[in-house]
């Protein structure tokens, strides 16, 4: 069993950046993949950015959704299995509950409770 932890969700001005932190426990390394999704209301859950893990969380291979390339970074810290979504450049469209995820093979089987992204024009 694995249990995900997500934070650093707040109120932050378009142009701005913020930084989200999803700390992983139990199982750790019967995951393959940690990543962010994010949900705005009335909207489907989307996927935001996926690390694929090997080596237990030695090797981290990042992949992103169209609309957060190049704006978005997904990073890991091997030494508290702590998984970070940094946003820089943030716009009005990023305002979502954004959560985190671990995942085996093809299928997203963890979830954090998510936590609230806000950016004001």
């Known amino acids: 069993q694995v249990q995900l932890a997500e934070s650093g969700g707040g109120l932050v001005q378009a142009g701005g950046s913020l930084r989200l932190s999803c700390k992983a426990s139990?199982?750790?390394?019967?995951?393959?993949?940690m990543g962010w999704f994010r949900q705005a209301p009335g909207k489907e859950r989307e996927f935001v950015a996926r690390?694929?893990?090997?080596?237990?969380?030695?090797?981290?291979?990042?992949s992103y959704a169209a609309s957060v390339k190049g704006r978005f970074t997904i990073s890991r810290d091997n030494a508290n299995y702590t998984v970070y979504l940094q946003m820089n450049s943030l716009k009005s469209e990023d305002t979502a509950v954004y959560s985190c995820?671990?995942?085996?093979?093809?299928?997203?089987?963890?979830w954090g409770q998510g936590t609230q992204v806000t950016v004001a024009s």
């Open positions: 995820a671990g995942g085996t093979r093809q299928i997203w089987n963890y």
């Open positions: 139990g199982s750790i390394f019967s995951i393959n993949y």
């Open positions: 690390l694929t893990l090997n080596d237990r969380w030695a090797v981290g291979i990042p």
